[in-house]
Nanobody
Framework: VQLQASGGGLVQPGGSLRLSCVASGFNFDQYAVGWFRQAPGKDREGISCMSNREGVTYYRDSVKGRFTISRDNAKGTVYLQMNSLKVDDTAVYLC???????????????WGQGTQVTVSS
């Protein structure tokens, strides 16, 4: 089982990034997917998640209207489009797969290794 996240980088405030997470080794379309982030000295927090069938999405209040989660089951990939990035969005972003789409870290089964997003002028 593997979740490989990519797409992070350095971007100026107000800029955009698109993260990707490619899954392998399990039936991706049967799992909910989620994005989390962890900044230095802070707890891991849920950013967005999506159910496996109906495509129901959930977002953390601080990213609503700026971030969009999507998935391509044929490619085994989940995306996170991040617009209007702020300095406070700086963190390592991790993808996860699990049975239920929840913004809490507990309960997710598979985790990716993370990709660094730095928002700075």
């Amino acid at each position: 089982v593997q979740l490989q996240a990519s797409g992070g980088g350095l971007v100026q405030p107000g800029g955009s990034l698109r993260l990707s997470c490619v899954a392998s080794g399990f039936n991706f379309d049967q799992y909910a997917v989620g994005w989390f982030r962890q900044a230095p000295g802070k707890d891991r927090e849920g950013i967005s998640c999506m159910s496996n069938r109906e495509g129901v999405t959930y977002y953390r209040d601080s990213v609503k209207g700026r971030f969009t989660i999507s998935r391509d089951n044929a490619k085994g990939t989940v995306y996170l489009q991040m617009n209007s990035l702020k300095v406070d969005d700086t963190a390592v972003y991790l993808c996860a797969a699990g049975r239920r789409p929840v913004l809490q870290s507990d309960g997710w089964i598979y985790w990716g290794q993370g990709t660094q997003v730095t928002v700075s002028s």
